[in-house]
């Protein structure tokens, strides 16, 4: 799996993670510079062959707007570590509403949970209450922060020495 480029502004604070490619150009721009390499890893054009970034610093201030984590399928299951929860279950995943709609449940981050399709049957029009199951996790409305560590971890730990401290004090948390 390709891996992602953190891009950090020039005050050191996390604004995107973008492809490699797109690195690559800000680098040759000169618009960026190359803070941390994926050792071992190479980024291999027709011609030449480059290190492959791992973190990058933006040459001029960036004012990035107020921005939230798009709520979708992909993010709402990254959010919940990809586990139904209400059973624990990685297999056959749906999305759930924890107050049905038809109960006026919104479709929001505090509102939509990560369900395997057995419970989602089970718990059909219901609230989790009225079936017996109880949540591991309350949904709640994920940071950027949250998802950049949580990356970090699992796929780029080239990352973590500059998320450190900096996670908690993100200027566009959701
Ligand atoms: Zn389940």
Redesign the pocket.
């Known amino acids: 799996m390709e891996k992602r480029v953190l891009v950090l502004n020039l005050d050191h604070s996390p604004v995107a993670v973008v492809s490699p490619q797109k690195a690559i150009v800000l680098l040759l721009l000169e618009k960026a510079n190359c803070l941390s390499v994926y050792d071992l890893l190479q980024i291999r054009t027709v011609s030449r062959s480059f290190a492959y970034p791992a973190v990058i610093c933006l040459n001029h201030y960036k004012n990035i707007p107020y921005r939230g984590v798009l709520l979708n399928r992909v993010n709402l299951f990254r959010r919940d570590r990809g586990e139904?929860q209400?059973?624990?279950?990685k297999k056959q995943l749906t999305i759930d509403h924890v107050v049905p709609r038809s109960k006026g449940g919104k479709s929001n981050w505090t509102n939509l949970t990560t369900?395997?399709h057995?419970?989602n049957v089970l718990k059909g029009d219901k609230t989790p209450e009225q079936v017996g199951l109880t949540m591991q996790t309350k949904p709640f409305k994920p940071s950027l922060a949250y998802f950049l560590s949580e990356y970090a971890e699992r796929q780029a730990e080239e990352w973590l020495p500059f998320l450190n401290g900096k996670v908690e004090n993100l200027k566009f948390e959701v």
Not at 86 to 89: A, H, L, P
Request: aromatic residues 12%; glycine residues 12%.
């Open positions: 139904c209400y059973c624990g279950s369900a395997c057995r419970c």
